[in-house]
């Protein structure tokens, strides 16, 4: 029982870390600017977040304001309006991929998208070893496994880290396709309730879409945001500010 109670730490250990990179960081932080990081955390957050997550944070953002000024049209990166439930899954890889590659090249219609971002796409996709992150994550759930004799530790360690794909896939088919809707938008996003607790709010889309800029994406007073809790909780020990997003010029309609 107290390995199967250390095997669920550690998984929801390692999801929790993913998601507080992904979700409060790249995607409250350095996409839609609802609170700023601060100027010493930021630098760790650029220089280690390829390596936590396997995700490039420019080429992310990138996608995501793509995502947002084009939701649910034949130009959204991801919707399964265009390509089906199942297909989103390959479809943001494949858009994802492409947004690197135009970022590194200077393609317009990607710098466009982050002219507000003043670092580079990193040296692990400028140089094609963008794999690294994933061979030291194996290489340590490996050890783990060698050296404890704890596999399923070893797994769920593994499976917390790498778990973006997964998460993105919930909230950009699922919550574009089935739940409910707190306002008119002119895109099919939608809160979804299973979705937004297993990702730490960001199935709660159709409040998000409606207001990108608030760091809380729950509004009805039932709705629950586990990412603006961790959100609120950095607030409170000093590493992240409140962002006056009024002060910030717009860059495009994703905002």
């Known amino acids: 029982m107290d390995y199967l109670l250390l095997c669920v730490l550690g998984l929801?250990?390692?999801?929790?870390?993913?998601?507080?990179?992904?979700s409060v960081f790249y995607h409250r932080a350095l996409t839609h600017r609802a609170v700023t990081i601060q100027p010493w955390l930021r630098k760790i957050v650029l220089e280690t977040g390829n390596w936590v997550t396997g995700i490039d944070p420019k080429g992310w953002v990138c996608m995501h304001r793509l995502h947002h000024k084009y939701s649910d049209t034949n130009r959204d990166p991801h919707s399964p309006l265009t390509s089906g439930i199942w297909r989103v899954l390959p479809m943001q890889l494949h858009s994802y991929k492409r947004a690197l590659r135009g970022l590194v090249v200077g393609d317009r219609k990607y710098t466009s998208m982050v002219p507000d971002l003043d670092f580079p796409v990193s040296w692990l996709n400028r140089r094609k070893v963008w794999y690294l992150p994933y061979v030291l994550h194996a290489f340590l759930a490996i050890?783990?496994?060698?050296?404890?004799?704890?596999?399923?530790?070893?797994?769920?360690?593994?499976l917390g880290m790498m778990s973006h794909p997964v998460q993105g896939w919930m909230v950009n088919?699922?919550?574009?396709?089935?739940?409910?809707?707190?306002?008119?938008?002119?895109?099919?996003?939608?809160?979804?309730?299973?979705?937004?607790?297993?990702?730490?709010?960001?199935?709660?889309?159709?409040?998000h879409h409606h207001n990108p800029t608030a760091a809380n994406f729950a509004v009805k007073w039932w709705e629950i945001d586990l990412g603006y809790a961790l959100t609120w909780t950095l607030i409170r020990l000093g590493l992240l500010q409140r962002a006056s997003v009024a002060g910030f010029p717009k860059i495009g309609s994703w905002q």
């Open 143 to 158: 050890c783990v496994g060698v050296f404890f004799q704890a596999w399923l530790l070893a797994a769920c360690y593994w």
């Open 173 to 207: 088919a699922l919550s574009h396709r089935y739940g409910y809707r707190n306002f008119a938008t002119d895109d099919h996003s939608k809160n979804n309730l299973m979705v937004a607790w297993l990702v730490f709010g960001e199935g709660f889309q159709n409040n």
């Open 12 to 22: 929801l250990g390692s999801y929790g870390l993913n998601i507080l990179y992904v």
